[in-house]
Antibody, heavy 121, light 108 residues
Framework: ELQLVESGGGLVQPGRSLRLSCVAS????????MHWVRQAPGKGLEWVSG????????VYADSVKGRFTISRDNAKKSLYLQMNSLRAEDMALYFC??????????????WGQGTMVTVSS | SSELTQDPAVSVALGRTVRITCQGD??????ASWYQQRPGQAPILVIY???NRPSGIPDRFSGSGSGNTASLTITGAQAEDEADYYC???????????FGGGTKLTVL
């Protein structure tokens, strides 16, 4: 079964850091670009960041650039999101999503169930 | 604000056809993909590269596009199609991915 499982969410104070993880199974993780997408409570989807298959291309939404860092470990079939200087507006359900090619595109064919990040003092 | 614009809400009678649209300048250069999200669930890809359906997606779902507009059509809407639908594509620079604001589909 093709599956993505996120973890690492939780309650964090503004200005602090959090690291999200996503573990893949059921497909050749190293052959696909990966993404993080978030959804604030009651709001729409917002793309956060994407990384190509061998990490040679990395892009971020302007809203997180300079604060968030995406990375991957193909040997561990894992995707990460290091989130620093967290703000109230970063509070959301964070989804890990699989791209359909080695390069960063806009078709996300497998999604995890998400991990919730709450930013509050 | 999103560079892709969707109508916030659309309704359709059971068994009828409905079209959900997505507008944006970047659609003149890049294909749209479409996602279905039911309440409390993760999104599901229903159309990619303008008019391709992933395995397991019913053939009542189809995509099209012209100029700055992409469309998702559901022919013979079913009760289980009631959900939020999102389009996405590249932004105008081509460097980022952007989602539309989403359309809430109600099946009457």
């Amino acid at each position: 079964e093709l599956q993505l499982v996120e973890s690492g969410g939780g309650l964090v104070q503004p200005g602090r850091s959090l690291r999200l993880s996503c573990v893949a199974s059921g497909f050749n993780f190293e052959d696909y670009a990966m993404h993080w997408v978030r959804q604030a409570p009651g709001k729409g989807l917002e793309w956060v960041s994407g990384i190509s298959w061998i990490s040679d291309s990395i892009v971020y939404a302007d809203s997180v650039k300079g604060r968030f860092t995406i990375s991957r470990d193909n040997a561990k079939k894992s995707l990460y999101l290091q989130m620093n200087s967290l703000r109230a507006e970063d509070m959301a359900l964070y989804f890990c999503a699989k791209g359909d090619t080695i390069l960063i595109g806009n078709s996300f064919d497998i999604w995890g169930q998400g991990t919730m990040v709450t930013v509050s003092s | 604000s999103s560079e892709l614009t969707q109508d916030p809400a659309v309704s359709v009678a059971l068994g009828r056809t409905v079209r959900i649209t997505c507008q944006g300048d970047s659609l003149r250069s890049y294909y749209a993909s479409w996602y279905q999200q039911r309440p409390g669930q993760a999104p599901i890809l229903v159309i990619y590269a303008k008019n391709n359906r992933p395995s397991g997606i019913p053939d009542r779902f189809s995509g099209s596009g012209s100029g700055n507009t992409a469309s998702l059509t559901i022919t013979g809407a079913q009760a289980e199609d009631e959900a939020d639908y999102y389009c996405n594509s590249r932004d105008s620079s081509g460097n980022h991915v952007v989602f539309g604001g989403g359309t809430k589909l109600t099946v009457l």
